[in-house]
């Protein structure tokens, strides 16, 4: 029997282009579906760092322009991975300075309903049998609302018979524009309503994709239950409570080749479960990087972070003193909100070293903290799944985290039963504020007073496999069940 053609629909695949967990995602799921023997090809925008790196593309057809979405033509290329991938080759939408939702100063792209809704038609043109190439896609996997109405035109414009699966990623962000765009993007009248693309008299495009999709994923299990209650639902709750029969929620993986101490050519000394003693070495080299107390003793607590109200920085920097007279020291990676950043540069200027910070991101230095570091801290008011806690669980550096989404399904909190068990991995606190963060560091200087309970906390978190091998065969199930439906 041929092997399933699945078509992954993305706005950002790293390392071409990426804001966040969407573009590892892309990265690393399309790959471990290959390895099950899935045909998983992937479709992305042709931004020009798109275009730069996959230099080698060949121009294998045109797509027709449609009311106000323009021509484009469709490249094939090959991902430094080796996944076949198509790109979307249309200058006039993509061939622009800046991100790849907004300019450089920071506002969205007027036209990013007709750069995505682009996207989101040439997608379900290459699973219809107009398409343009030879093969055929049997099911379209789209990911948030820049990719939303892929489930839509598959349904709508084209004869609707090829299932669609739409992962959410972050239901905060909804792709909602004005009414007008659905005539603009060749879309019908009667769609415009509750059972259709229709939210609060606007147009959402990630509201289309959770109303036309045979399916729908989201990136762990407690976040699937999350987005159906009013708290946390972004007012999609009553729909993806409607649709709850056709909601799964599996967990993201890591790329365990990139995220590997044993192996990582990012940071000072590699180690392993067996060699943890190496990992002191990694510690004072953070320590020295900047600028903090070359203690080997002393607690050093980290954060790689964005400075947004989701990720709960803030509640870190309000108990921040108390930390420090734990004793401890504290070094922060982050770039977002300007007020937060100005109060981290104020901390850190105020608090030399105790508490350092480097605003913007850098790949190495995320690496050296994961890596020297002796807690990481996630105090995420709410957390989709995320990445860091499980990649400091492979670096032996037991994570403190807010007990929400994702982070509630990959780290077991330490209690007496979890260390008896040989379970616990991490530190959970249950309410998103600031003196429950402060119990969860007390609970995690503690323990890290007991140097046997300290290296089984760390030897039972670089135990687990977080691998993207499940999370593949999950979804590999869900496209067999579909297809064959």
Not at 53 to 80: C, F, K, M, T, Y
Request: proline fraction near 7%; glycine fraction near 8%; aromatic fraction near 8%.
């Amino acid at each position: 029997m041929p092997p399933l053609r699945i078509l992954y629909v993305t706005p950002e695949c790293a390392p071409l282009v990426k804001t966040g967990g969407l573009g590892d995602v892309a990265a690393a799921l399309p790959v471990a579906l290959r390895q099950l023997g899935l045909d998983a090809r992937l479709l992305l925008p042709g931004y020009p760092a798109v275009l730069a790196a996959l230099a080698g593309a060949r121009n294998i057809g045109s797509i027709d322009a449609i009311a106000r979405i323009p021509a484009a033509n469709l490249l094939e290329a090959e991902l430094p991975t080796g996944v076949p991938a198509w790109v979307v080759d249309c200058p006039l939408l993509y061939d622009r300075d800046g991100g790849p939702y907004q300019d450089a100063s920071g506002a969205d792209w007027e036209d990013n309903p007709l750069r995505f809704g682009l996207l989101s038609r040439v997608a379900a043109l290459l699973a219809s049998r107009h398409s343009p190439v030879a093969w055929r896609a049997q099911l379209v996997h789209a990911n948030d609302w820049q990719t939303g109405l892929a489930p839509a035109y598959a349904a709508l414009a084209y004869d609707g018979s090829t299932p669609s699966i739409i992962t959410v990623h972050n239901l905060a962000f909804q792709g909602i524009f004005a009414p007008h765009w659905v005539a603009d993007l060749g879309l019908p009248a009667a769609s415009f309503g509750v059972d259709g693309v229709e939210y609060h008299g606007r147009f959402s495009f990630l509201k289309a994709g959770l109303f036309y999709a045979s399916a729908i994923t989201t990136v762990s299990p407690t976040y699937a239950s999350e987005i159906q209650q009013k708290a946390m639902g972004m007012g999609l709750d009553g729909l993806l409570a409607a649709r709850r029969e056709s909601l799964t929620g599996i967990l993201n993986g890591i790329d365990t080749t990139v995220w590997d101490p044993a192996n990582d050519p990012l940071i000072p000394q590699r180690y392993d479960a067996a060699t943890l003693g190496r990992k002191a070495f990694n510690k004072r080299a953070l320590q020295v990087r900047f600028g903090l107390e070359p203690l080997p003793d002393i607690a050093l607590l980290g954060a790689v972070t964005r400075l947004t109200a989701q990720k709960g920085l803030d509640l870190l920097l309000d108990v921040a003193e108390a930390v420090l007279a734990l004793p401890a020291q504290i070094v922060i990676v982050a770039t977002g909100d300007k007020v937060l950043e100005q109060r981290l540069r104020a901390l850190s200027a105020d608090r030399p070293g105790r508490l350092a910070s480097f605003i913007g991101f850098d790949e190495t230095l995320a690496h050296l903290v994961e890596a020297g570091a002796d807690a990481f801290i996630m105090p995420s008011r709410f957390e989709p799944c995320g990445l860091n806690q499980m990649y400091s669980q492979r670096y032996g550096t037991p994570p403190i985290v807010h007990a929400t989404g994702g982070l509630v399904d990959s780290v077991v909190d330490c209690t007496l039963e979890s260390l008896a068990d040989g379970m616990a991995t991490g530190f959970k606190f249950f309410a998103p504020n600031a003196d429950a963060l402060m119990v969860a560091i007390e609970r995690c200087a503690a323990a890290r007073g007991d140097p046997a309970v300290w290296r089984a906390l760390q030897r039972n978190g670089m135990r687990r496999d977080f691998s993207w091998n499940t999370a593949a065969r999950e979804y590999g199930a869900i496209y067999a069940r579909l297809v064959a439906g």
